[in-house]
């Protein structure tokens, strides 16, 4: 168990982070930085056991963990407000999808000897805001911890046992290997849904068409991952915006194979693509990312 942990920033994952730490016991004082008096209220409904701080002076000092849950973009002033106070014990480590920018900037800004080991709990929701929050978000995912030349081995073996108490399954990568996976597993599917969205929009001021009345389950599913956060997405999107970008033209030139086969009417070509299609998703069920059950309007 952890003395000390605070969280800086209380959304969703942070939020969780609070409650999964207080129901599993994962650190015995939890302390909380949220700048939104909004949140602060709703925090104050949650019944777990920790304190809302409002001066990091006097509090980070004494911290052995302090978890940034913000934004990427709040990032820097955050260093800024909490580097001087800093104590080389304290791990400090983030929750954000992309990694690289972060190991140069923590290079860059952070007070040397103090150890930021980033972390990627692979969870989470298109809704946000502390009320969403759950302790059990974390239960049975993938938590994955960045390691590079820099990464002092026991506070690595401190933050996977932490995570590991609140219930995810741990990975170990680089920043760079991270980033390029996630911008095809994750950030390019949410740039299509965002696109897919504003082409039906558009699709639908230009014919006067209602289109939204007959929006069937694929429309609906990606208007589901749209309706994430946007400014959680646009902080992604400029931060891996090279791979991206790179898996942006991989997806351009297969949409193009389609658009071929389909106006040429190539059967054997686009039930081959179909099929190819069809073993993934058995794969992702096999690997229990998804359920094997038939969704016709979600429950």
Known sequence: MINNVLIIGCGLIGSSILRACSKKKAAKNIFVKEKSISNIKKLKKIRSNFKVVDNLRNIVPKMDLIVISSHMSQYKQIIDSINIHLNKKTILTDVSSTKNHISKMSKKELKKGVAWISSHPISGSEVSGPEYGDANLFNGKWCILIKDKRTNENKLKILSKFWKRLGSKIVIMDAKKHDIIFSLTSHLPHLIAYNLIQTATDFEKSKKYNLLNFSAGGLRDFSRIAASNEIMWRDIF??????????????????????????????????????????????????????????????
């Open 238 to 299: 400029f931060s891996n915006s090279e791979n991206i970008s790179k898996a942006i033209d991989l997806f351009i030139k297969n949409l193009k194979s389609f658009k071929q086969i389909i106006k040429s009417k190539k059967n054997k070509m686009i039930i081959k693509k179909l099929k190819e299609a069809k073993k993934v998703r058995k794969k992702i069920i096999k690997l229990k990312h998804d359920i094997n059950r038939p969704d016709f309007g979600r429950n």
